[in-house]
């Protein structure tokens, strides 16, 4: 299986959350971190702290430096893309570098697609990062014809905690499958920033394919430490009109 990690000028985070991706339980997880071209010097330091770490974690380990900040999808994209030519996996964990796993949140992110045959998009439970005990999105809703989403804070309860009734799972934690790649394609690189995995929904959902979100895989989240800078995110028609599909 393979995880990616997108950072841009946030080393720390990401290193932090890089730690809590070694340590998931019964997960053999192999971990892209993707660079998108950061001002400051994370290519440097991830190195280093890539370095530092044993022999078996290093080969779990790739470093991949983009030559321009392609956004969070193109981020996540490129690293898809190295992480099927080096390493064939059925299963991609996507995931925001400002994030800590929780030990089981790989394997119930697992669980909970291998319990709904059309799974698509499967999501992860977000939590604040100062007040675990709180929960920041369970997944988002939107409308729309009104092009308005917003992430539900309310905790749901669910059949064997698989979710089913969120309009997507936000796009922090996803786990994708390969089949879903192939059929849907990657996701919609125009949008820079933000709106991309409701977009990524929709056409799943357009070929049968139903979002879940596991209630059990949760993750603390800080929730814009180390955005895309914004300047080029308003530069994309798609991150103006978000629900432009």
Known sequence: MSAVVVNWNGWRDTALCLTSLLAQEDADLRIVVCDNASGDD?????????????GAEQERLHLLPLERNRGY???LNAGIRWAQAHWPAALFWL?????????????ELVAARARVPS????????LEWNEPSRVQAVGGRYRKWLGVGWHEKTPVEAPDDVCLTMDYPVGASLLVGRDYLERVGPMEESYFLYGEE???????????YVP????RSRLRHKEGASPAPWEA???????RSAMAW
């Open 42 to 54: 994370s290519v440097v330091q991830l190195r280093t702290w890539i370095a530092d770490r044993p």
């Open 73 to 75: 999808a193109g981020g």
């Open 95 to 107: 995931l925001n570098n400002d994030l800590h796993a929780e030990p089981a949140a790989l394997r």
């Open 119 to 126: 799974a698509g998009l499967c999501g992860s439970v977000l």
């Open 198 to 208: 409701v977009d990524w929904v929709e056409r799943g959902r357009r070929l049968g």
């Open 212 to 215: 879940v979100v596991a209630l």
């Open 233 to 239: 995110c308003a530069a994309s028609p798609c991150c």
